[in-house]
C-alpha cells in the first residue's frame, strides 16, 4: 500500500496531492532558509496566522456578490491581502514601537486570528448555509482537491522559487550581515520585506495543503534540519528544499495509504523525523558527533596524564587511564611500563617542559597561545625551533661531587 | 438588563474571562520583557496533544486528567526546546518553531486516529474556547449570589480559574523583587545569590499553568492574546515595572469585558440575529487597545530614539 502511494499508483486525486505537497515542500525550505538565516523563523507564525482574517472576508464578499464563496483563488487572494496587512503592521511596530520582534510577532498572530474566529462565527451564522469548510483552512484539506488547486500549488511554487533565484544573493547577505549589507548600499529594508513577501506566498499556497498552523512547520523544520549537515548557506538552501520536498512527498504518500492519516501533520511528522535523525547523526553539529568527541578528547586527556605520571614515576590508581595505557601495549598488567611505555612518557615529559619553555618566552607568544596540555609540540613549532629549545634545556648532567 | 437575565447568563462567563485575561496578563508583562512572549504561543499549541493524550488515557472528558495531561505537555515542550536549542545549537525562536508545530501535529493526528467523534472535543473548540457556553442555570438573580444551592451550581471552571488567579498573584507578590531584578539585569541578580535559571522555569511554569487554566475556559486563541496584548499596550504607556502591571491589568479587564459585550451585544446592535464567537472578540478587543497605545501610547517609542515627525 504505501510502496504503491510512494509509487503514486492510488489514483488521481492521491497523485495529484504527493505532486502538490512535494513542490509546496520545496518552495517552503528554500524560502524558510533564508527566513531561519535571518533569525526571524517565528515571524512565519506571525504571516500564516494573519491569513485567517482574509480568508474569511474574501467568503463573505464572494457570497455577498453572489457568488459560491469557494473559489480557491479568490479565497488565496483574500488571505494574501491580510496577512500582508499584518506583516506590515509588524514591521511598522518593531520600527516605531519600543516593542521587541517577539512581542510584535504575538500580537499581530493573536489578534488578526481572533479577528477570523469572529469572521468565522459570523459566516456559521449566514444564511447562505454555504459553510464552505473554511474550517479546512486551519489544517488544511486535501480531499477534494482538484486540478485546478494542483495547478495553483505549482505556479505559486514555481514563481517563488524564480524570485528566490533572482534574490538569494541580496538575501543572503542581508541574513548573515544585515549592517556591512547596509553599508553597500543594499535596501535592507525593502529586501526584509521582499524576504517576508515571498514567505507569504508559500503560506498562502500551502493554505489548502497543510493549513495555517502548519505550514510554519514546513518553513522552519528544513531549514533547521539542513543546517546540521552543512557551514555552506547555498547548500543549506538546496538541503532545505531537498528535505521539505522529501517530507512533502513522503509525507502525502502515507497519508494516501491508510484512512484517518491527515496529510499536514503526517507531512510536519515525517520532516520532525528527519529533524530528530539529523540533530542525532549529523556529522560535526550532531549530537552523537559531540559525544564521540568528548570521548575521544577524554581519552587522551587520559593517556597523557598517565604518561606524565609514568614518567614520574608516581602511582596510577585511575581505572580509565590504567585500561587505556595497558591496552595501548604501555603498561604490563601488574603497572610496570614496558619498552615504549617508557620510551613515550620520557617523550611527554620532555614535551612538557619544552611548552613550558615556550609559555615562559614572549618571542613564542603565539604558539604559546595554542598551548592545552594535549597538542603535539610538532605541530605547533618547527624542528629549529625545537632544537633551540632543547639547547636551552639542557641534557642530562652529573651531580657535582 | 434584569439581574434575573443578566446572573445566569453573563456573569459566569463575564468573570472566567476576566480571571483568565488577568491571570495571563500578570505572568505576561515578565514574559515581554524577558524577550520570551512566545512561550504563551508555544504552550497554547502543545495543550492540544496533552489533551487528546490524556482523553486517550483514560476514555472520558474529565477536567483533571486533562489539565494534568495539558500541563504535562507544556512542561515537556519547555524541556524539549531548552534541549533542542543546548544540543542542536539552534536559535531559540527556530528551536521553539520545531517543537510546538510538531507537538500539534501530533496532536491533530491522534485527534484523527482515535475515535473522538461521539464526544465534544476537536480542533476547532480547542482553538476557540466556547466561553459563550459556561452559563450558570441555576441562578435566578442577584440574590443567587449568597444561595448555597445555587451556587454549586456554578460552573466549575469559575472557582478553577479563580483559584490559579489567586495562585499567580501570590507569586507575582512573593517573588516580586527577584522577578524585578532578574528581569532587567540578570547578572546583577545573580550576583545578590537569585537562583535566576530556577527562577525563569518557576515563571514559565506559571505562565504554562495559567495557560492550561484559562485554556480549559476560554481557548487557545485568549491566552495568547492575552499573554502578550494587554502587557505590551502597558509597556508603551509607562517606564515603570509597578505602572505597567497595573495598567496590563486594566487593559485585560477592559478588553474581557468589552470583547464579551461586544460579541454579546454587537451584532445585535448592527441588525444581526446571532452573536459571534465571545473568545475572537476579546483579542480583538485587545488588538485595538494595543493599537491606540501604539500611536498615541506616551512611551511608545525607544528611550533615545529620535522623535520622528
Redesign the interface.
Known sequence: MIVDALLLQLGYNATLVALGATLLGISAGVTGTFL?LR????V??AISHATLPGVCLAFIIMVGMGGDGRNLIGLLAGSAVSASVGLLCLSW?TR?????E??????I??????????????IQ?MSSGRQAGL?GF??GSTAGMLWADAMVVAVGGAVVLALILLLRRPMTLVAFDPEYAAARGLPVDRIDLAMMGLVMAVTVVGLKIVGL??I??LL??P??TA??WTERSDRVVLLAGLIGGFSGYVGAGLSASAP???T???I??VG?TC?VIS?LLAPN?G?LA?VLGHLRFQRRVHLRQGLLALAQSQPIYENLTLRLLRRADLVRADGVATETGRARAAKALRDEKRWEVVRADQAHEAAAALYDGLRDIETVLTRDQIVDIDARIGGPQGVGA | MSGAEFVPLSLTPLLIGIFAAVACALPGNFLVLRRQALIGDAISHVVLPGIVVAFLATGVIAAGPMMLGAGGAAVVAVILIEAIRRLGRIEPGAAMGVVFTSMFAVGVLLLEQSDTSSVHLDVEHALFGNLESLIWLDATGWASLLDPDALRGVPVELPRIAVTLVGVILFTVIFWRPLKLSTFDEGFARTLGVRTNVLGMALVIVAAISAVAAFDAVGSIIVIAMFICPPAAARLMTNRLEHQIGWSVVFAVASAVLGYVLAGYGPLWLGARDAVSAAGMIATVSGIILAITAVAGPCRTRSGAPVQD
Open positions: 531561519f533569525k526571524r523563523a517565528l512565519s507564525d511596530l516605531h514601537t519600543r516593542l521587541a517577539d512581542a510584535a510577532i504575538g500580537v498572530l493573536s489578534v488578526f486570528f481572533g479577528l477570523g474566529i469572529v469572521l468565522l462565527t459570523v451564522t474550517e486551519l489544517l498552523i502548519l510554519v512547520a522552519i523544520i531549514p533547521v543546517r546540521f484517518n492519516l491527515p499536514g501533520p503526517i510536519v511528522l520532525f529533524f540533530l553539529r549530537v559531540a
